[in-house]
């Protein structure tokens, strides 16, 4: 009971394009691994420039309010030393300093709503990188290993019509041998269907 050398063939061709798959689908998994590690680096790194930023902005911004609260406190001096010069004091002098007060206030708003401004332009910076980064690495497909139960049936299937093609199946052929041979089923008496071939 020798399988036919064309069927042997068939069989190994199925089996070294099992393997085949399989190494295919390993190379395909290392390179996506690649890409994602790559693709979160670089966001990674974008996204440190933008932290560095935020912190150059805030250290700007807190150092013009420091000059403004500086500017604010000369101002205020000034007019106290002026009024004492001019023997002015009351409502008058403190409505002056009230005022100083406030645009010193006024102006570290503004610094505040410019800081906020930044950051929130950071913010969205920031998520437009996250989906960059997202979208670099679903642009490629993950490996995915081959159904070893689909590439049995289909080396077997693929090995039957191959023995029975060249084979035969006539009486003493291994298909008859082991109970698949001959021109009808030892269960029917009508000749068996012709054998599809399933290869996916």
């Known amino acids: 009971m020798a399988i036919d050398p064309m069927t042997a063939l068939s069989i190994g061709q199925s089996v070294m394009g099992f ?11 290392i390179a996506y691994q690649q ?16 932290n560095a930023r935020a912190i150059q902005e805030s250290e ?4 013009a309010k420091l000059e403004n609260a500086i500017k604010a ?59 960059e980064a997202l979208n670099r690495i679903n642009s490629m497909s993950r490996g995915q290993p081959p159904s070893f139960l689909r590439a049995a ?15 035969g199946n006539k009486s003493g052929s291994f298909l ?10 030892p269960y029917q008496s009508q000749p068996l269907p012709p054998v599809i071939n399933i290869t996916t």
């Open 35 to 50: 890409n994602r590690l790559a693709s979160a680096t670089a966001r990674d790194m974008k996204i440190q420039a933008l």
């Open 176 to 185: 008859s041998n082991i109970g698949l041979g001959g021109t009808t089923s």
């Open 60 to 63: 700007r911004v807190a150092g």
């Open 153 to 167: 049936v289909g080396a077997a299937a693929s090995a039957y019509a191959t023995e029975l093609s060249y084979g």
């Open 73 to 131: 406190l000369e101002v205020r001096e000034s007019k106290i030393v002026a009024a004492g010069e001019a023997g002015v004091e009351g409502q008058g002098i403190q409505a002056q300093l009230d005022m100083t007060e406030a645009r010193r206030l006024r102006g570290d708003t503004i610094y505040n709503q410019q800081l906020e401004g930044i950051f929130q332009q950071m913010d969205y910076e920031k998520q437009g990188i996250n989906a």
């Open 19 to 29: 393997f085949d798959a399989q190494e295919k689908a390993k190379q395909q998994e």
